[in-house]
């Protein structure tokens, strides 16, 4: 009892450094797993950000791994590419699309055209986007496609590209409508003939023209037909005639089918 008299303060002075050890110690550790879990979490927004650009090559698990991205977002990125592989392709494929540029326009379409079917289901969400540079490669894309595939698949892809007939944008409506022109659709006619109403760039050509001349020069192109350079004029041959108008493959041009005897 002396003993602990004695050395009672010596006790206490232990025991509450065994504690501030053992706070200490809870402490760091909870810190750590903090520091963890904050990496994690950044790790895991980077390869999100990566997924939304369509980045498929920063999505290599290797390469993660080697860069010390956490294992929860290399899982993220392999699952990724396992299920949403050729949609990120295409997603990553479009968003390097400078529209400012004919060359990128080309490139970008023959990257697309070059993934082949697989393709498909991806261009065809991107035409749902609200991104209308997005849905216009996508709408180029598709009917590139449609030229190398089967009938039956052709008028799927047709029956997609029809879509972009009521595009909220004017010359998105006219890209669809000359794309389906040149496949023997009538339907692009009467989107075509609406092409008079706009004095927007059409930058399918080189170089751009106006929308109305566009209209013009492709009713022109596509038909045998004489026609006034106005809208009320086509728009009456169309009225007229509509119902009667078939495609000559040989000619690859609309003809009127009463014509024929």
């Not at 025991?15 to 706070?23: E, F, P, R």
């Not at 980077?46 to 997924?51: A, E, G, K, L, S």
């Not at 409506?173 to 000359?178: A, D, F, K």
Request: aromatic share 8%.
């Amino acid at each position: 009892m002396d003993f602990l008299r004695k050395n009672l303060l010596v006790i206490i002075l232990v025991l509450v450094a065994v504690i501030i050890i053992i706070a200490n110690v809870f402490l760091f550790i909870n810190f750590q797993a903090k520091q963890k879990q904050n990496k994690i979490s950044q790790d895991i927004q980077q390869v999100q950000q990566f997924i939304d650009l369509g980045n498929v090559a920063a999505l290599d698990p290797v390469k993660l791994r080697s860069q010390g991205f956490d294992e929860q977002a290399v899982d993220l990125a392999e699952k990724t590419l396992q299920e949403k592989g050729p949609e990120l392709e295409v997603l990553g494929i479009i968003n390097s699309y400078n529209e400012k540029t004919s060359e990128s326009r080309v490139q970008t379409l023959e990257k697309l055209s070059a993934l082949g079917e697989i393709a498909i289901p991806a261009l065809t969400k991107q035409i749902d986007s609200p991104i209308s540079k997005n849905r216009y490669i996508a709408y180029r894309a598709v009917a590139i496609l449609a030229d190398k595939v089967s009938p039956e698949k052709r008028k799927e892809l047709l029956d997609i590209l029809k879509k972009g007939l009521t595009d909220s944008e004017p010359v998105l409506r006219l890209t669809n409508s000359l794309l389906l022109l040149s496949f023997g659709e009538k339907d692009g006619i009467p989107i075509m003939i609406t092409g008079f109403d706009y004095k927007d760039l059409i930058m399918d050509t080189e170089p751009p023209i106006m929308a109305d001349s566009f209209a013009q020069i492709i009713l022109n192109l596509y038909t045998n037909e004489v026609v006034a350079d106005n809208k009320l004029a086509w728009q009456d041959w169309w009225d007229k005639n509509k119902e009667n108008i078939i495609w000559d493959e040989q000619q690859k041009k609309f003809i009127i089918q009463t014509n024929l005897k």
